[in-house]
């Protein structure tokens, strides 16, 4: 098996397992369908209705769970479900088939049209323990002829709804429209709590809840507008209602998130729950605790350190898959290293195969190699072929006199330079540099600040005369690029592209022809008629490099720190530019600052550190010891 191959597979496997891990297959009820046996029925004022509700599965369902609200106020519920409770009928149970179904009998008590509806509904697949809802909106409406009793009260003037309870507000709940019950003024039959009421205001609405003294949690009934009521949880803190449901009829027993509750008990937290099914559970009678709850309704009583097996098992995943994540990368490592290795001996038979071609024949050449310095006898196989350098760089030293005192004007200059009070220090920018650049070379100039990189850049391209020594090119070949040199702040930038351009060898013709692409690469298409002096750092650099790179490469390229120019978006599209004009054909010489940019782009590099010569040769090596002088 190849290292190709086996790295591959082991990938494919910590995928696998990873997946496995955090991402378990779902099993899924599949197509879980509600329906009626009839959209709509007609009948008089005190007939009996049989609605036939049906749950469909493609699976064997196991446990289900239903709830469906009627119109209390015009039907009267005779039976057919497993329990109900304030117009709300449950049906649940166990199944152990593909299909559940249940026939509900109503007596009509009113005129009208009564709606009964499924509110919830849940199942499982036979033999699973997930719980899965099945939403859809199943409805069927009674027609019941006659006159409609159902009185009206003030909620229908104030509110919209016909009903008789009374009302003190309303909350919208995953987009539908529910009504709180004034607890102050009415109490559901059958409801017998022990708790305290406190009121509280709700979107400017006066409200009376049943406050549990554990925790700070509050309840509510909320009805919807067929009068049917559900029991809510509220959080006074964060101002949201949670469902509250229903374990055992009997009892009374009801459970909610723990997100109704203010305070939590240490070691307990909304998300902790969330993840594990630990809800907040209570009676009528006050008693409250926190449990986690399964889907069939089983109750555990929950605490801190009842999960130390569970935390357990969690741990030791973890630490399995720590040491995966070891064996991999040493795995990658190794491959790694074997790759480098076996491009290393490949690298090593070209280079014998290179000195064995030089050794056949060209002594001439040799001997030329061997009088230049001596970091420059490493160049690349394509300079050792041409044995005459492009650019030839002989001892060049460029030296400056600087004024040691600091004019104040021309008038106090001229002064001091009268009586001869002048004095000066001289400045070595450049110390017998010497290198050669051959034809089709890209060579990188690097060096801290202040080296004489930019010094000798403009001494080959002929813009200043070196002290000693000299510097041998087609110098009417050679293209110098450099940005903002030749502009005029108190131009417009229409009027500095045909400045900028001159300075640089374009003819008007040329620039009138190229103006549109100038504008359109700089992005300054709405700012052409400003003043420059008005333009930030980053659009003169946009301007002028647009301006230098707008004509064909020369022969010989010179760029000096035109690499870094505007914003990350521009400097991705001046790159790609001048890699263009890099790999035209053209001997370049570069100034970067940018080391990744020197080894991406040039295949020789000259290290300049105080005006002095300091190495020569592969880009790697050159940038690794600049590195390490930094350090």
Not at 118 to 142: L, M, P, Q
Request: aromatic content about 10%; overall charge neutral; proline content about 1%.
């Amino acid at each position: 098996m190849t290292i190709k191959k086996f790295l591959i597979v082991i990938s494919a496997f910590l995928c696998v397992f990873w997946t496995g891990i955090f991402n378990p297959l779902d099993v899924l009820a599949a197509d879980g369908q509600i329906s009626f046996d009839e959209q709509s029925y007609v009948a008089a004022d005190g007939d009996t209705v049989n609605v036939l509700m049906s749950l469909d599965c493609e699976n064997n369902i196991g446990a289900y769970d239903i709830e469906i609200v009627y119109d209390r106020y015009r039907l009267r519920y005779e039976g057919g479900g497993t329990s109900e409770n304030n117009g709300v009928i449950r049906l649940s149970g166990n199944a152990d088939a593909d299909t559940v179904q249940a026939s509900l009998q109503f007596t009509a008590i009113s005129g009208g049209a009564a709606e009964v509806f499924v509110r919830s509904a849940s199942a499982e697949v036979n033999g699973s323990a997930e719980r899965y809802d099945i939403s859809n909106n199943a409805k069927s409406i009674i027609r019941v002829g006659g006159t409609d009793t159902v009185m009206q009260s003030a909620n229908q003037e104030q509110f919209g709804i016909n009903v008789q309870v009374p009302i003190c507000g309303t909350v919208s709940i995953q987009g539908k429209t529910l009504y709180i019950v004034n607890l102050a003024q009415y109490m559901p039959v059958g409801v017998d709590w022990t708790y305290n009421t406190v009121t509280d205001i709700y979107e400017n609405h006066l409200v009376t809840y049943l406050a549990a003294s554990d925790y700070n949690t509050r309840f509510v009934y909320l009805m919807d507008e067929y009068g049917a009521m559900y029991l809510y949880s509220y959080n006074s803190m964060t101002g949201n209602y949670f469902p509250c449901y229903v374990i055992t009829d009997d009892q009374k027993y009801y459970y909610t998130s723990v997100e109704a509750c203010t305070q939590l008990p240490d070691g307990l937290t909304a998300e902790y729950a969330s993840s594990r099914g630990i809800y907040y559970t209570f009676k009528m009678d006050g008693s409250a605790s926190f449990c986690s709850v399964t889907s069939d309704g089983n109750v555990n009583a929950w605490n801190a350190s009842g999960d130390s097996s569970e935390e357990h098992m969690r741990t030791v995943i973890y630490v399995l898959i720590g040491v995966l994540a070891i064996l991999f990368v040493i795995v990658i490592v190794v491959a790694a290293a074997a790759i480098s290795n076996r491009r290393y001996r490949k690298k090593s038979l070209r280079r014998l195969a290179l000195k064995q071609q030089q050794a056949s024949g060209i002594s001439d050449l040799k001997k030329s190699v061997s009088q230049r310095p001596a970091g420059t006898r490493n160049s690349k196989s394509k300079a050792l072929r041409n044995a005459k350098p492009v650019i030839e760089v002989k001892n060049v030293t460029m030296k400056f006199r600087i004024a040691t005192f600091n004019s104040s004007g021309i008038k106090e200059y001229l002064i001091q330079k009268l009586k001869g009070n002048m004095n000066y220090r001289e400045l070595v920018a450049l110390d017998n540099v010497s290198f050669n650049v051959y034809k089709g070379e890209v060579v990188g100039i690097i060096g801290t600040n202040g080296s004489g990189k930019s010094t000798l850049l403009r001494i080959v391209s002929g813009a200043l005369r070196p002290t000693s020594g000299e510097v041998r090119t087609n110098r009417r070949r050679l293209q110098l690029l450099t940005l903002g040199t030749g502009f005029d702040y108190e131009l417009t930038a229409r009027e500095n592209v045909y400045l900028n351009g001159a300075i640089i060898g374009y003819t008007k013709e040329f620039i009138d022809e190229n103006y549109d692409k100038i504008v359109k690469f700089a992005e300054l298409e709405d700012f052409m008629e400003e003043k420059v002096k008005n333009f930030s750092s980053g659009m003169v650099s946009r301007l002028g490099f647009a301006i230098a790179t707008v004509g064909d490469a020369a022969d010989i390229l010179i760029l000096d720190e035109v690499l870094s120019v505007g914003d990350e978006f521009f400097r991705k599209k001046s790159l790609a530019r001048i890699k263009e004009m890099i790999h035209s054909g053209s001997t370049v010489l570069m100034v970067s600052h940018a080391l990744s940019s020197i080894l991406e782009n040039c295949t020789k590099v000259v290290w300049i550190e105080k005006g002095k010569l300091k190495m020569v040769g592969e880009p790697k090596e050159v940038c690794e010891a600049y590195k390490r002088y930094g350090n």
